[in-house]
């Protein structure tokens, strides 16, 4: 699979689902929020990506957040982030 190819698309999906997210209160939902929604950008709805698109653009985020001097996940914010959006992909 060719991963450039893939980016224009998945950010068009992206811009396109920002929205509420699922089950906000969770500790996955609260982990989301936080760190994915409030630094650059609004959270987007996690079933706008298939999970194996959303492990991509997370280490492309946390590569981001390291270029901006930005804490670094946590493993268990990490943990939690990862199994939210592996339960609300599409």
């Known amino acids: 699979m060719q991963v450039r ?12 689902a920002c929205t509420r ?5 969770s500790p ?3 982990v989301y929020a936080r760190r994915c ?6 959270p987007y709805r996690p079933e706008s990506l298939k999970f194996e ?5 997370v280490e492309r ?7 901006r001097g930005l ?11 990862m199994d939210y959006l592996r339960k609300h992909s599409g």
């Open 71 to 81: 804490p670094p996940l946590e493993e268990e914010e990490r943990r939690l982030l």
């Open 53 to 57: 698109m959303w492990k991509f653009l």
């Open 37 to 42: 929604g409030t630094t650059c950008h609004g």
């Open 5 to 16: 190819g893939l980016l224009p698309a998945a950010c068009a999906a992206l811009l396109a």
């Open 28 to 30: 996955g939902g609260q």
């Open 61 to 67: 985020m946390e590569a981001e957040m390291a270029r």
């Open 21 to 25: 997210i699922p089950e906000p209160d």
